[in-house]
């Protein structure tokens, strides 16, 4: 059975988490198998999501950090940094609608992340839209 977009980010934002854990405790992944772990069938809207982050990670941090008050990306915890990292990436590298993407942040940030990180998420991605 197809996901939804909102199932596929959920998996997106699950597949950037486990990146990241695996980055920082030095374990060494293959970003292919990590997507394939967790997708039965291979979906191309992940994949270019996945790779875009992986790839443009330092300057979607700096853009993430520049419309932070007070915080930083990798101050926030490890399921709100991937939910940034991917709504900054279609923001800037995709045609996804901006009501669409903050919508979707703003509902895995309730599913996984708490008050404050959410409010984070919400006024970041207000802030570059306005830009």
Do not use: C, H
């Amino acid at each position: 059975m197809a996901l939804t977009r909102s199932e596929l980010r959920e998996k997106i934002m699950i597949i950037l988490y486990q990146i990241d854990i695996y980055k920082e405790q030095k374990v060494p992944y293959e970003v292919e198998n990590v997507i394939k772990d967790n997708l039965e069938i291979a979906n191309e809207f992940v994949k270019d999501i996945v790779f875009g982050v992986i790839t443009y990670q330092d300057k979607i941090d700096s853009i993430a950090n520049k419309y932070m008050v007070d915080w930083t990306i990798d101050r926030i915890d490890k399921s709100g940094a991937a939910i940034l990292r991917m709504a900054i990436y279609e923001l800037k590298y995709m045609d996804t609608p901006e009501v669409v993407v903050i919508n979707e942040a703003i509902e895995l940030a309730k599913k996984y992340s708490d008050e404050a990180v959410k409010n984070i998420i919400n006024a970041v991605l207000d802030r570059i839209i306005k830009e």
